[in-house]
């Protein structure tokens, strides 16, 4: 294989354990339990049971992609490690969608027993905040770990695009928050922190158009500092927009309620634990594809995988008695 294609393979895959580690921690690790608000979940956010048939489906998808992983890379040659790499993309975006669902159905599960109430909603919505830092720093990342010649038309396009997607949603968050704001200082603070934002992101955009035009390694560089320069002033925003004053307040949930909510999240946490494990198995072949200890690892990875389905499924089941109430009663996942 080319060091190209190496380089290329690795990347993707560093990213994607990144990423999907980074979002496992903020939703599956974290002892808050609230409510997930994600395109991922557009149309299920008030059913426990459609929701846990959506975590199903996407078990099942990802049982799909770990399995056309493991065939690509026994039958490899250098013209399909492209295969490769996009298989690892959508393993993760896949392994991220999983998580923010299975989130939401713990949620939603736990306020099944009695005696738990919904979360309460503050003027910032924690997850969403958290979200707009962890992409663009990986977009940051992106541009530190590749190479000038990696850094291709579709590959620039997708970064500026998650880029100006999370500014736009971090400028809406803090637009919102400035609104609802109850003391003067904080509506200006939430003010500054889209300007900031926004002037950081034209900076960064604009070091974008000029690599494009003359991609040398100084105008590479330029574009990293600018990048990183963008995700400090992001996170410092979040950071902020994070504070307890600004989010509202978590479930209050009984002990029996949180016994349910943790085997759904370790079971979701085994999975995506997985998923990082198949990477890194990935990112050794890319170096030696003869590497047959780990070949071999590859139908552990996809064993446990599912495994950890089959565990995430008997939470469910086990508790499904306590869902029979009636949903309609959580409105939003939120306390009214």
């Not at 980074?22 to 690790?29: G, N, Q």
């Not at 977009?139 to 880029?163: G, Y």
Request: glycine share 4%; with cysteine; proline share 3%.
């Amino acid at each position: 294989m080319s060091s190209g294609h190496i380089k290329d393979v690795v990347l993707s895959c560093n990213q994607s354990i990144n990423q999907m580690q980074l979002v496992a921690e903020l939703l599956l690790l974290s002892s808050d339990l609230r409510p997930v608000r994600s395109e991922a979940l557009t149309g299920f956010h008030d059913s426990f049971p459609n929701c846990k048939e959506l975590v199903m489906t996407r078990t099942r998808g990802l049982f799909v992609i770990a399995g056309r992983l493991h065939e690509l890379l026994y039958c490899i040659s250098t013209a399909r490690w492209f295969d490769v790499n996009r298989c690892v993309h959508e393993m993760c975006e896949l392994v991220i969608s999983l998580t923010e669902t299975c989130a939401h159905a713990a949620y939603l599960l736990a306020l099944t027993y009695p005696n738990c109430y919904p979360a309460e909603p503050g003027i910032v919505d924690l997850y969403t905040a958290k979200r707009t830092a962890i992409d663009i720093g990986i977009c940051a990342q992106h541009l530190k770990q590749a190479s000038r010649e990696q850094l291709t038309p579709p590959i620039l396009v997708q970064i500026c695009s998650t880029v100006n997607k999370n500014l736009g949603q971090l400028t809406e968050t803090c637009k919102t928050a400035s609104s609802r704001a109850v003391l003067m200082q904080d509506q200006e603070q939430f003010k500054m922190c889209v300007k900031s934002s926004t002037t950081s992101g034209g900076c960064f955009l604009t070091s974008i158009k000029r690599f494009k035009q003359q991609p040398t390694e100084q105008h590479r560089t330029r574009c990293v500092s600018f990048c990183d320069s963008l995700a400090a002033v992001v996170s410092a925003s979040v950071n902020y927009a994070s504070e307890d004053q600004f989010i509202g307040h978590p479930a209050r949930i009984s002990s029996e309620a949180f016994q349910s909510k943790m085997a759904v999240l370790g079971a979701c946490m085994s999975i995506v634990s997985s998923c990082i494990q198949l990477c890194k198995v990935v990112k050794e072949l890319a170096y030696n594809i003869s590497n047959q200890a780990q070949m071999d690892r590859i139908a552990m990875c996809i064993q446990a995988i599912s495994r950890a389905s089959s565990q995430l499924a008997d939470a469910f089941l086990q508790h499904q008695h306590q869902a029979a109430g009636d949903d309609n009663a959580i409105a939003n996942g939120y306390n009214s």
